[in-house]
């Protein structure tokens, strides 16, 4: 009756237990899941394998009373023991490694460390298991592997020479993935590291560099650079531009660029020969061929418009004929000129131009000058309270920027030209003095300035 009733419960417990932790570990896999928990691997070998398998080993041993020694039992122990092994290599994997901070010596350790390291502790636990489980004497094939690797090791000394030598090096670790490295073989980033070769993402594709030939070699990790990767681009100006002007334009110009590092503060400084160089700081080596090709393209129009001379060259592009018409065409209608205004304003008007994205107004700074639209579109954006950028409204032909120029605030969005643009400047004080003479453009002006404020809180509040 003793066996009848342990054959009983053992049984019930396992027709229960069974679909009750697969339910609870189907919704801890799929909460894992969500949540993009490195645990979820392993909650996934538990449901699928190890709670079946054991299931089922409890109703052979316990319920059915199969005998321990009986061939498939020992076959099933043996699978399920290779599983828990699996299952816990996998969950230390997951929560010491996997999970850990980025930078810490965890997150470091190469990937074929942990291979190498999971595939002998599974060689050793199997040795176990089949000495326990199938009462094999594991001392005489632990003697043979050894004999057997060392005959290994004198055939293939150079090849395995190679191989520790890299991973000597990869323990070091001189470089991680996504690093830019500038080998003799190759410049570019690096994409994988395995037992036998690095692979670096070159612009003409994927470069293969054995382990072994790193190691022996010197490169540069550009990612690993004091303060950074920095990109040094070099200008010529003619030598009767002001040196201190022409650095603050190139600063000006480089800060910019979207592919600065934040936070970095640019640097511009003259060699002499009337060459100048300015230095900034890259996200990654990858972006150094579209800044600088981005920097010589805005460093055109921006000397133009500051009156230097970029290799010599004069800007005649501000003629009196093209003020002329900007002021009958655009700004006659914006500001009620009349015929005495036009002429006044004119003479202090210039021409300019901005390349295609281009900054053409910064959030924070009090503009010195009001900008009208001749030809091209501008795009007004805004700063929200998280730091990212939201783009508000377009501008066209005919449009203008700068109106807090006459109230001396700080611009509340900020603009960058869509495509080439050009523009016409007038300054501030010859704005003044034209606007104090009219109320009711100074009227239309304030209406106009107040509908822009709030077109900017209503898209930085979505």
């Not at 053992?10 to 993009?36: N, S």
């Not at 002329?324 to 006659?332: F, L």
Request: glycine share 8%; aromatic share 8%; net charge positive.
């Amino acid at each position: 009756m003793k066996l009848f009733d342990s054959w009983f419960y053992w049984a019930a417990g396992v027709a229960v237990g069974l679909p009750v932790g697969l339910i609870l570990l189907t919704e801890w896999h799929h909460a894992l899941v969500r949540r993009r928990s490195y645990l979820a691997r392993p909650v996934f070998l538990l449901r699928q394998y190890l709670l079946p398998l054991g299931a089922l080993l409890l109703l052979l041993v316990n319920a059915a009373q199969v005998p321990f020694h009986d061939t498939w039992v020992r076959v099933l122990a043996t699978v399920f023991a290779f599983v828990v092994l699996v299952l816990l290599l996998s969950g230390l994997n997951a929560t010491i490694f996997q999970g850990a901070p980025e930078g810490s010596w965890r997150k470091r350790v190469p990937a074929i460390f942990l291979d190498a390291a999971r595939f002998l502790l599974i060689a050793v636990g199997l040795a176990v298991v089949f000495s326990y489980v199938w009462g094999a004497r594991i001392g005489g094939l632990f003697a043979a592997l050894g004999v057997t690797s060392v005959v290994i090791g004198l055939m293939l000394q150079n090849s395995v020479g190679q191989i520790v030598s890299g991973l000597f090096m990869l323990l070091e670790q001189p470089f991680r993935i996504g690093d830019w490295l500038d080998t003799a073989a190759a410049q570019g980033r690096v994409v994988e590291v395995n037992w036998r070769a690095v692979h670096i993402e070159t612009g003409h594709g994927l470069q293969i560099t054995p382990n072994s030939v790193l190691a022996g070699t010197s490169f540069t990790n550009h990612s690993r650079q004091h303060g950074g990767h920095k990109l040094a681009m070099t200008t010529k100006f003619s030598t009767a531009d002001p040196p201190d002007r022409v650095c603050a334009v190139l600063s000006k110009t480089a800060e910019g660029l979207p592919q600065l590092k934040p936070g970095f503060r640019v640097t511009s400084i003259p060699l002499g020969g009337a060459e100048y160089q300015t230095t900034i700081a890259t996200k990654s080596p990858g972006d150094d061929g579209a800044a600088q090709a981005t920097f010589l393209r805005w460093i055109w129009y921006a000397a133009r418009r500051a009156g230097l001379h970029l290799d010599g060259a004069a800007d005649d592009f501000s003629t009196t004929a093209r003020v002329d018409k900007a002021m009958r065409t655009v700004v006659a209608a914006a500001l009620r000129l009349s015929p005495t205004d036009h002429q006044t304003l004119a003479a202090h008007a210039r021409i300019v131009r901005y390349g295609a994205d281009e900054v053409m107004q910064r959030v924070g700074e009090v503009p010195t000058a009001m900008t009208f639209l001749i030809q091209g579109r501008v795009q007004i954006t805004a700063t929200a309270d998280d730091g990212s950028t939201v783009l508000t409204n377009t501008l066209d032909e005919g449009s203008f920027l700068g109106l807090t120029a006459l109230t001396r605030q700080p611009n509340l969005a900020g603009a960058y030209a869509l495509q080439e643009v050009t523009a016409l400047e007038i300054d501030r004080e010859h704005l003044e003095q034209l606007v104090m003479r009219k109320p009711l453009l100074l009227q239309d002006l304030g209406r106009i300035l107040d509908e822009r404020r709030s077109g900017v809180r209503r898209a930085v509040a979505r």
